[in-house]
């Protein structure tokens, strides 16, 4: 079973940056596109990035293009997700995802096999 944790969540003035990384074990994660979706408060969860299993594609929400970039290393099974200029638009519970298919990267969550907890990412304007 493929275990996804987050870390790095935290509160940080608008204007600021902050990196979230999800460390997966339990499947080859090398082979998996993974992805970034988040949650605010009384909203739907949305999708923020994605990246191939390579590493070689990715994709960005409109809201967070040129702010935000992901990246993997799968020699130590992570993904990350560098957040720059953060707004209060931001805050969020943001979710690590992982789809176990070769293909086309996907912006819907029921694309997703596994989900981490999810980490709390605040900004305060």
């Known amino acids: 079973q493929v275990q996804l944790v987050e870390s790095g969540g935290g509160l940080v003035q608008a204007g600021g940056s902050l990196r979230l990384s999800c460390a997966a074990s339990?499947?080859?994660?090398?082979?998996?596109?993974m992805g970034w979706f988040r949650q605010a408060p009384g909203k739907e969860r949305e999708f923020v990035t994605a990246?191939?299993?390579?590493?070689?594609?990715?994709m960005y929400a409109d809201s967070v293009k040129d702010r935000f970039t992901i990246s993997r290393d799968n020699a130590k099974n992570t993904v990350n997700l560098q957040m720059n200029s953060l707004k209060p638009a931001d805050t969020a519970v943001y979710y690590c995802?992982?789809?176990?298919?070769?293909?086309?990267?996907?912006?819907?969550?029921?694309?997703?096999?596994?989900w981490g907890q999810g980490t709390q990412v605040t900004v305060s304007s």
């Open positions: 995802a992982a789809d176990r298919r070769l293909g086309p990267l996907f912006t819907k969550e029921d694309e997703y096999d596994y």
């Open positions: 339990g499947g080859t994660f090398r082979s998996y596109a």
């Open positions: 990246i191939s299993w390579s590493g070689g594609n990715t």
